[in-house]
């Protein structure tokens, strides 16, 4: 029996080595207590870290619709922004401030309707870390009764004459004129010194022009750029344009009509081609003075003086008149008049066109074009601005004060 309870005594555990157990499993639990606190701080350091490593950008990312009265708000959590760029391919750059101490960035003007932003923040984290955050959000549609458009006068890959200037009328009347032209651009080559210049069309729009101090010179190659897209324009208007179109500058061919002598001349490059016998526009009805540029040309045309506002003793209706040639909006053109034969180069008998006879005006039909100048000497009442492109009849520093920028 005492042999048994050995082994069994043996076989168990004593007293001794329970308590070293117990210390032991005591250390254990004091171990794991330490590392439960441990953990907890390694998880709020890596809170703290991560917090440090993010850029939080407000609207969210790929929003759509996104109001255009909000804000664009950029946080670099415990770090610091270094950049911010918010843009967008119409409007441009959106500019904002910084926060004191940088770590929040905030857009201080409107964001356009209808434009996707991106957004591209760049911080340095508290640990020296360098983060970068890309985002993109589209902003609502306005509505169509708030959008403006321009309607502009070249075609992409067109030859103009060398008097044409660009010319941008708008659907909507234009309260904040300079914000438009800001985003409004002519450039060529070569080179020139040109300007915009703001007035009222004839139909009484907004109309804006650009033109060269002097006439372009043969082969200039223009570009315009139109960046309207979600450029305001006041009281709530938006445009919804982005346009470029390129063209060229043809051949020098200047016209020039002296009343007195009752001809026109016409040069290439600066050689004269003929001059040409006309008869210009009687008492009361005279041709306009000054420069007039080409607007159109048609082979045959009806005119009806009602068409032009002459009535009574003065009216006429001569049917089709051919080889048309027109230089202002308000009826002036240079054509065939072969009913006042006999009076070329000696009478000025015509309600203020130029006639011609039919040879000599189907030759100017055929040698003229689309933005040639015609300019008419001694004759009365300078045609206006605005009446087809009278531009070239304003000085220089009068065309200049007419930028919206000045």
């Not at 309870?5 to 001794?16: I, V």
């Not at 040309?297 to 209706?317: H, L, N, Q």
Request: with cysteine; net charge positive; glycine share 12%.
């Amino acid at each position: 029996m005492d042999q048994v309870r050995g082994q069994r005594r043996a076989a168990g555990r004593s007293p001794g080595h329970r308590r070293t157990t117990r210390i032991a499993v005591l250390a254990v639990t004091g171990s794991l207590a330490l590392a439960a606190c441990s953990g907890s701080s390694d998880d709020g350091d890596g809170k703290r870290s991560a917090e440090s490593h993010r850029i939080r950008v407000a609207p969210a990312a790929d929003a759509s619709s996104v109001p255009v009265d909000k804000k664009v708000r950029i946080r670099a959590g415990s770090g610091k922004l270094t950049s911010v760029k918010v843009t967008a391919p119409g409007p441009g750059a959106l500019k904002g401030t910084y926060s004191g101490d940088r770590d929040s960035w905030t857009s201080g003007a409107k964001l356009a309707p209808g434009v996707t932003y991106t957004v591209e923040a760049r911080a340095t984290a508290s640990d020296g870390r360098k983060i970068t955050k890309h985002r993109t959000f589209t902003t609502a549609e306005p509505p169509k009764s708030r959008t403006f458009v321009g309607e502009y006068n070249v075609e992409k890959g067109s030859t103009v004459g060398t008097a044409l200037p660009v010319s941008i009328v708008f659907n909507k009347p234009i309260s904040d004129k300079a914000a438009v032209e800001r985003r409004l651009r002519v450039t060529s080559s070569p080179a020139v010194e040109g300007a915009w210049s703001w007035m009222k069309d004839r139909n009484g729009k907004d109309r804006v022009d650009y033109r060269p101090r002097e006439y372009w010179k043969p082969d200039t190659r223009v570009t315009l750029r139109m960046n309207l897209d979600g450029v305001a324009a006041g009281g709530g208007l938006y445009g919804t344009q982005t346009r470029k179109i390129g063209f060229t500058v043809g051949k020098s061919v200047v016209s020039t009509v002296d009343v007195a002598k009752k001809t026109m001349t016409v040069t290439e490059n600066g050689r004269k081609l003929r001059t040409l016998p006309v008869s210009t526009g009687k008492k009361g009805f005279e041709t306009w003075d000054g420069t007039m540029v080409v607007l159109s040309k048609v082979p045959s045309i009806r005119m009806d003086s009602s068409t032009v506002g002459i009535f009574g003793r003065e009216a006429y209706d001569l049917g089709k008149v051919k080889w048309d040639v027109q230089l202002t909006i308000s009826g002036t053109y240079a054509h065939a008049a072969p009913w006042n034969e006999g009076k070329f180069g000696r009478v000025n008998g015509s309600h203020g066109c130029i006639g011609m006879s039919t040879g000599d005006a189907k030759w100017f039909f055929e040698h003229v074009d689309y933005g040639d100048p015609v300019t008419v000497l001694n004759s009365k009442g300078t045609v206006p601005v605005n009446n087809g492109y009278g531009d070239w009849n304003v000085d220089w520093a009068k065309w200049q004060a007419g930028s919206a920028l000045r």
